[in-house]
């Protein structure tokens, strides 16, 4: 007890002596660019993201355009890969892990009780080399020969001795965006270890947390492995080396086993910290703690640790051995087991609850839905002989923006608008939230759902124009498209009213919120948690 | 009444679009072999388990949304962990897996036993064309999309089949069983043909194996599935499944007919070929083979493909001309089409290149050219 005394005593010396320091307040540009605020560095990503999110929005209607019809129309087949390719990195890169790792940023210090995150000067270098990062990924659209046109997936050898040179700044854009989330990663685990209240044990930690931290390591442990694959992509092209081309000894295939050592993961680090988000918010809508805290932590580490086994069930055919088909359909069936648990916890969460249904609510709930409904199609992508039907056509196209849009961004919709007034200070206004919710809602099931039909139907992904009998649900699907894309500026309407003024938010806006950051004012000032606080 | 104006038409316009779209089936296809038929049977279990589990968990949720709501005033219960509850939904998943599991390994077993074939094809994808070679047979031909580049362009009315047509079709046996090996001369291609629920890559320099019997005669289509470049889009399959006794004698009428052509060949060494023929030909093969990259205008796509407008080899150097066209070009795009081309069209295209788009070197290349490189390569 008294060495704790001791410990805030010596705390609230070291805040007298630098508070000198923390009143250096650049104004302007310059605040942003020399940021160390974890509140700063969350904005700063948070923006970023939705820019991006825009900007591959935009490239996805050029797509949606072009298959409006059977026929080449608006654009040529060679730039219509480079933007099925740059629509990808620039959603998985440039959208989802930004926006999550904004989140973080703003909610991890502020729900374990610490008063920033552990590496403030790394955390603002992991954000602004990004938009360069990006810059040059964008960049390399106007060279001659034109940008990336080989999938996000980059499959060798279409993306070395058939690429364009364009692929140089790809790699090197590549490598900056690894590094900046190897960077954000490191923060986020050092942070969560050393920073969290004296109080705030493991088994108290909010999900949020527990699901990035493990998030985390699962960033850490792969995209050095993304870094080497594009590395080697970079040396076969230009440097002579043969990793990848049989002529050399190399194996195309060996390229497709790196890549998806590493891309397995990376779709668990898109879906994990959703996992968090919405086990937060639905008890808080329910008024009713979450079922099961424990087996949630558990599950989520288990998928964790399942994803890193499971990689091959993109490949089943390249002609993998019979042995090794089935040993990654039956490692890829055991995910359902977790997930399902998933599920189940939030069901039971909601049942007997008293449920009431803001727009935060109401994104998570359809979220529990859809991400389900991905959840069901990737059970039956993980069967290999129905799989060698499916691959590569729609029907993983629909799988996975299920998982990923009506998944992964929904879960950040929700968690803008259930932190939104904590950020701002203001509610934002329902109304408009609300149109927003059932804009996307019916607009995303017009775009996604009827893609399931098209893939069974035989239509392959990554073409830009189809045969007769497609043209009328790619009509349709078009249509979800242009709406779906229109309702997201709706989302832009609602954070800048909010931003400006609205009505006052209160410290803890959601009757059944819990947790640290509910402790402190809203908007929440730009430090907090300066001596940690006490927890429950 | 505002929302209603907004609904009906909407309403209308997806039921007149759910009307226009039922030419297209809405589920897999059952596919014409056994394997295919046990995919499909496979499909619909793994479809009718998630709907019932989809069925009870939305159900749950969906109750629960609608009586346990705050409106209707109820309390929160504070109920949380159930160790019973907590084993009993991961047990129960994990016994369905089994169920599934079990039928999904059988049929695979199935699907990758490809011994004992009857006849056996070689499959290769190049960029954006299959080849094939009857292994058993001395018969070897190109299969490349057949829909008019007009039709495209929206220029044309589109046909039936539009590029899901090829000019020479794979053509096999009934109630055979087929092996066919697949393999590619540049990127990575799929051969895949939903009705036999035959899907496999074609890697370069590797062998990848598959199987088919097909019970029934007919024309059965695909494309390629694995991206494989600028025209992707436009690499259909096309297999037509003939009667044995059919297909014996379709095998023996283009045995004869390839036969002839390398006669014929033979006996254009010592023909001397007018321009106006040379050129004539050129630009038809040019059109259909080359443009895709060079493009029409031969101005090639800058950063992608070189130009051959004005290009120093081709104002030049006839040898090393002949020598990338007969070959390719190691390390890049540019493939060999000494195999798919004639001599004739190999010496009229070169010819063509030479000669069009103000490349006026008023060269001709004849056939015997060719030859004389392909005999220095030997």
């Not at chain 1, 923006?47 to 935009?58: D, K, P, W, Y």
């Not at chain 2, 494309?223 to 259909?236: I, Y």
Request: aromatic fraction near 14%; charge should be negative.
């Amino acid at each position: 007890m008294t060495s704790m005394t001791e410990q805030n005593d010596i705390a609230a010396q070291q805040h007298d002596e630098t508070n000198e320091h923390h009143h250096y307040a650049p104004k302007g540009i310059m605040r942003w660019l020399l940021t160390t605020n974890h509140k700063d560095i969350g904005t700063l990503y948070l923006i970023f993201a939705f820019t991006m999110f825009l900007v591959g929005g935009a490239m996805a209607m050029v797509i949606r355009a072009e298959l409006f019809q059977p026929g080449l129309q608006l654009v040529d087949p060679n730039f219509f890969n480079q933007m099925t390719t740059v629509h990808g990195l620039i959603m998985v890169f440039g959208a989802v892990m930004p926006a999550f790792t904004g989140l973080a940023n703003w909610m991890i210090p502020m729900m374990i009780g610490a008063p920033d995150m552990a590496l403030p000067r790394m955390n603002n270098w992991s954000f602004w080399i990004l938009p360069f990062a990006f810059a040059i990924l964008l960049g390399s659209l106007f060279m001659e020969g034109g940008g990336p046109a080989f999938g996000w997936t980059f499959y060798a050898p279409l993306s070395t001795t058939y690429s364009s040179d364009s692929t140089a700044l790809f790699v090197f854009s590549v490598h900056i965006m690894g590094i900046s989330s190897i960077m954000g990663a490191i923060n986020v685990i050092v942070t969560i270890v050393n920073l969290r209240a004296p109080d705030m044990s493991w088994m108290k930690l909010p999900l949020f947390v527990w699901t990035w931290l493990i998030t985390a390591f699962l960033l850490i442990a792969v995209m050095p492995v993304l870094a080497g694959v594009v590395t080697m992509v970079l040396t076969d092209k230009y440097f002579g080396t043969s990793f990848f081309d049989a002529a050399g000894g190399g194996d195309p295939v060996m390229f497709q086993h790196i890549f998806w050592f590493f891309g397995h993961p990376e779709v668990y680090i898109m879906i994990l910290p959703s996992f968090g988000i919405v086990s937060a918010i639905i008890p808080a809508f329910a008024r009713k703690p979450l079922f099961g805290y424990a087996s949630m932590v558990y599950a989520t580490a288990s998928i964790a640790g399942l994803s890193f086994i499971v990689w091959a069930h993109h490949m089943f055919t390249t002609g993998m051995p019979l042995f090794g088909e089935l040993f990654f359909m039956y490692c890829t069936m055991l995910i359902a087991v977790p997930t399902g648990v998933k599920v189940f916890n939030w069901v039971a969460t909601m049942w007997r609850g008293a449920m009431t249904f803001e727009v935060p609510m109401l994104f998570a709930l359809a979220f529990v839905v859809l991400f389900t409904i991905g959840g069901f199609s990737g059970l039956m992508l993980a069967i290999t002989p129905v799989d060698f039907q499916y691959h590569d056509t729609y029907f993983v196209v629909a799988h996975f923006h299920y998982v990923l849009v009506t998944g992964a961004i929904f879960s950040i919709y929700a968690a803008a608008y259930y932190w939104l007034p904590k950020w701002t200070g203001h509610m934002f206004n329902e109304f408009w939230a609300k149109m927003h919710f059932w804009c996307s809602l019916v607009s995303v099931n017009v775009l996604f759902f009827p893609m399931h039909f098209l893939g069974l139907a035989g239509m392959p992904r990554r073409i830009p124009d189809y045969a007769l009998q497609f043209a009328d649900v790619n009509q349709i699907v078009s249509i979800g498209g242009f709406a779906f894309g229109l309702s997201q500026l709706l989302f832009v309407v609602v954070v800048v009213k909010a931003a400006r003024g609205g009505e006052k938010a209160a410290a803890k806006p959601w009757e059944g919120a819990e947790g640290l950051e509910w402790t402190v004012p809203s908007p929440a000032p730009y430090h907090t948690f300066e001596t940690p606080p006490a927890v429950k | 009444m505002y929302l209603a104006k907004l609904v009906v038409p909407c309403l209308t316009l997806l039921a007149s679009f759910a009307s226009k779209a039922n030419d297209m089936p809405l589920n897999l296809t059952k596919g014409v072999t056994d394997i295919s038929d046990r995919v499909y049977d496979l499909h619909m279990t793994i479809f009718y388990i998630c709907c019932i589990i989809g069925f009870l968990v939305f159900g749950v949720m969906f109750y629960s949304i609608v009586r346990h709501r705050k409106s209707r005033g109820v309390k929160p219960a504070n109920f949380h962990e159930s160790t019973k509850i907590e084993l009993l939904w991961t047990a129960i998943p994990f016994v369905i897996l089994i169920g599934m599991a079990i039928p999904a390994t059988n049929t695979l077993i199935a699907m990758e036993n490809s011994d004992d074939a009857d006849l056996t094809v070689l499959v290769t994808g190049s960029q954006w064309k299959w080849h094939y070679r009857y292994l058993e047979h001395d018969l070897e031909y190109y299969s490349v999309l057949a829909t008019p580049r007009r039709q495209i362009e929206n220029k044309l009315a589109k046909g039936q089949n539009y590029l899901l047509e090829v000019d020479r079709p794979l053509v096999i046996p009934t109630n055979t069983k087929v092996r066919f090996l697949m393999t590619s001369d540049d990127v990575i291609h799929s051969w895949w043909v939903p009705e036999f629920a035959v899907k496999k890559d074609a890697n370069p320099g590797f062998i990848n194996e598959a199987w088919t019997n097909v019970p029934t005669a007919g024309i059965y289509r695909g494309q390629c599935a694995e991206l494989c470049g600028k025209d992707h889009g436009f690499m259909p399959v096309v297999v037509i499944a003939k009667e044995p006794e059919e297909f014996q004698s379709w095998l023996a009428s283009q045995q004869a007919e390839q036969q002839a052509k390398q006669a014929e060949e033979q006996r254009l060494l010592a023909l001397q070929m007018p321009k106006d023929e040379l050129m004539d030909l050129g630009k038809r093969t040019y059109d259909q083979f080359c443009a895709a990259c060079h493009q029409p205008n031969g101005q090639g796509l800058p950063g992608m493909f070189p130009a051959l407008k004005g290009s120093d080899m081709v104002m030049t150097d006839a040898a090393a001309h002949i020598d990338i066209v007969l070959y390719g070009k190691a390390g890049t795009a540019m493939a060999g089409f000494g195999k798919q081309l004639s001599l004739k069209e190999l010496a009229a295209v070169v010819t063509y290149e030479r000669n069009a788009w103000g490349n006026d070197t008023g060269e001709l290349i004849q056939a015997a050219d060719i030859e004389a490189r392909r005999k220095a390569a030997m």
